[in-house]
């Protein structure tokens, strides 16, 4: 066994008063220095006194899951949810986000975004937060990360932690006034390059390095780590939130060269969802103005070079009986791609596939078959010869 102080448990002054007894008031309610409400402790009202400590704060169930390296979309719980619901027949629901911004073509009244590199960067976001307030992350919010096994650092950066674990989309928080001329360029390294990355390391870049820059210097490498001169700190006021879409490829290259394995490295060299970029922007946006630790802007900077045609898969109910060896009824057919977030259209026998974008694997009619053996399990199917079809020789 052992005796734990509270900052062991991921506790700070701001979320408990100790007593000169040693016992510990919950310190829900306290105010901060502006006179704001701090809502640290939220759940701790529905608590008994005596209520056993270790078994509510620690206790928490665990799903332990194995991807293989084309689901790129369940790196998140959202994906996993989305998987889930269709077993389980539960209600599948996207978490709270706000969506009443300005979208500007790259620049705003607070930044400017250049992609100079479209086809190693399509897509980048940014979104501008003042009144920054940093402080410790609620308790809530602490024990998720610690869950799937991440240290609580400040409310700023557990918020951007937690959306990419939620959503799956990697984020960074640049310190506004940090960036010169509150400029973004999107640009390939220049030969000789150098960088210190957040973790303090000196790191020298080459041409094939993809890399967020301001007008002076790079500020972070793309898709891999943030820039240490410019992270956010507890002297920050002003945050430039970032959220895009990498080339997977130059991500792996530079992520391998640098020996730089991050979460988000990870899930970028697999593919992200591009409709989830913005997405993840607007969620952020909801938990910084419910904790209140920052105000978002109007406007919303979306700098975007292109845009990627859907993937549509035409599928025959025979073909599913020809390769599965059995026939699936037309209703589960529906009922699992619609779940899945494939769109059908179209009428049993014939139907006309629309794939997600965050199913970046799927791309004919026997691909969209496997879908549909998977969640039936493979286990219920017979063991049947593939039929064959000869004709006689002349």
């Known amino acids: 066994g052992k005796f734990c102080a509270a900052t062991e448990l991921g506790l700070t002054k701001l979320e408990y008063i100790e ?14 220095p502006e006179g704001r409400a701090l809502s640290i402790f939220p759940d701790c009202e529905s608590l008994d006194v005596g209520t056993d400590l270790a078994e509510w704060l620690l206790e928490d169930k665990a799903v332990t899951i194995e991807l293989t390296s084309n689901r790129a979309d369940c790196h998140c719980m959202l994906g996993v949810a989305r998987e889930m619901q269709v077993v389980t027949g539960a209600e599948y629901r996207l978490p709270w986000m706000y969506e009443d911004f300005e979208t500007t073509d790259g620049k705003t009244d607070e930044i400017s975004i ?22 410790p992350s609620p308790l809530w919010m602490a024990k998720k990360l610690y869950s799937v096994g991440m240290r609580p650092i400040s409310n700023i950066v557990d918020i951007t932690n937690l959306v990419l674990y939620e959503i799956g989309q990697p984020l960074h928080a640049f310190d506004y006034r940090l960036l010169h001329d509150a400029t973004i360029i999107v640009r390939r390294a220049h030969e000789g390059e150098t960088m210190a990355t957040i973790d303090g390391i000196v790191r020298n870049l080459t041409p094939a390095d993809l890399v967020i820059a301001d007008s002076k210097e790079p500020v972070a490498i793309a898709g891999v780590m943030g820039g240490y001169a410019s992270e956010v700190t507890g002297k920050t006021e002003k945050v430039l939130l970032e959220s895009a ?11 391998r060269r640098l020996a730089l394995r991050s979460e988000s490295a990870i899930r970028f060299e697999r593919g992200v969802d591009p409709e989830g970029v913005i997405r993840a922007a607007y969620r952020v946006a909801y938990l910084m103005d419910e904790l209140k630790c920052g105000k978002p802007s109007h406007q919303i900077a979306v700098a975007r070079e292109g845009k990627e045609e859907p993937i549509i898969v035409r599928l025959h109910e025979s073909q599913i009986a020809q390769v599965l060896g059995q026939e699936v009824a037309t209703g ?63």
């Not at 007593?19 to 306290?30: F, P």
Request: include cysteine; charge should be negative; charged fraction near 25%.
């Open 19 to 32: 007593h000169e007894d040693g016992s510990v008031e919950w310190a829900d309610g306290l105010e901060d």
């Open 114 to 135: 250049t992609l100079d590199d479209p086809r190693g960067c399509p897509l980048y976001t940014g979104l501008v937060f003042s009144d920054i307030r940093m402080a």
């Open 245 to 255: 879409w990498f080339d997977p490829v130059s991500v792996r290259r530079t992520s």
């Open 332 to 394: 589960e057919t529906e009922t699992i791609l619609q779940g899945l977030g494939f769109l059908v259209d179209g009428l049993a026998p014939q139907w006309k596939i629309t794939v997600p974008s965050f199913r970046r694997d799927v791309f004919i009619a026997e691909d969209v078959i496997e879908e549909i053996a998977r969640h039936i399990g493979y286990d219920n199917f017979g063991e049947n010869l593939p039929r064959t079809h000869m004709r006689t020789g002349l």
